[in-house]
């Protein structure tokens, strides 16, 4: 750690930092502008929770596809997160915090997001 702090500085490290926070920041607000997603809370730090709602299908089901796209969207190689259960609900775990992440990254991950649960609904009906 001291050594990232000497050779990077306490400001740069700060930016990368406020970048992470707003890259999620930004997605909250993207699943919030999005009738088929919910976020959890809005993020204090670079971590957010997005759920994908299903009414129609069961607690069950609707945990199976969060697992289902996790796994998916992780073999294709461009982009890593989580599930967790929170709330009684599946949810994607996401916690941008690779220096290199620009927006056009995130905006690139919510697109997928949405495509990939809609397909995936769709196996269930």
Known sequence: MWVSFHHYGKSKIGEWVDNNIAHAKHLHQLALNDSHFESATEPMMSAVCLHY??????????KQLHFTITEKIESEGRFWFATTIMKGKTW???NPVNIYTEMKHIDELFKTLQAYCRVEEKKYQ
């Open 53 to 62: 709602k299903t009414p129609r299908l069961t607690n069950e089901e609707n």
């Open 92 to 94: 994607f775990r996401i």
